[in-house]
């Protein structure tokens, strides 16, 4: 299954040649309800893991990266982006998001720094 949202980058790449080299992950859970992933984020890019998500589902995550990252979760209500959770300059967290809405939701990782960062990230139901 794809996700709506990469058609929405698509045409911004285009538009925004810096979004051309942002990595946008499908998240794909296994039998078993997990989702991990591994990506480099090149200095001014950022990783983004999106996928649908239903009402009450309770979804732990985790990350840790080789320098410090702005990181949140959010998803779109028309024009407005909602954030659930976002955070600033770090090399690690954990946390659980409980789902308000059915609703796309998205991980997002963004390099401020003038080096490439490694992220390793799990995401369980």
């Not at 649908?52 to 990266?65: D, M, P, T």
């Not at 090399?91 to 963004?110: E, F, H, I, N, P």
Request: glycine share 8%.
């Amino acid at each position: 299954m794809t996700n709506p949202l990469r058609s929405l980058l698509v045409p911004l790449a285009v538009l925004w040649p810096a979004a051309a080299q942002a990595e946008v992950i499908d998240i794909a859970w296994s039998g078993a309800g997990r989702f991990e992933h591994r990506v480099t984020v090149a200095p001014g890019k950022f990783a983004e893991a999106c996928g649908r998500l239903a009402r009450a589902e309770s979804i732990a995550w985790r990350f840790e990266a080789s320098g410090p990252l702005n990181f949140n979760i959010h998803y779109h209500e028309g024009k407005k982006v909602r954030y659930p959770e976002r955070r600033d300059a770090l090399a690690g967290a954990s946390g659980r998001l409980k789902v308000a809405l059915d609703q796309d939701y998205c991980w997002m990782w963004t390099n401020k720094a003038g080096q490439p960062v490694t992220l390793q990230f799990l995401l369980e139901r």
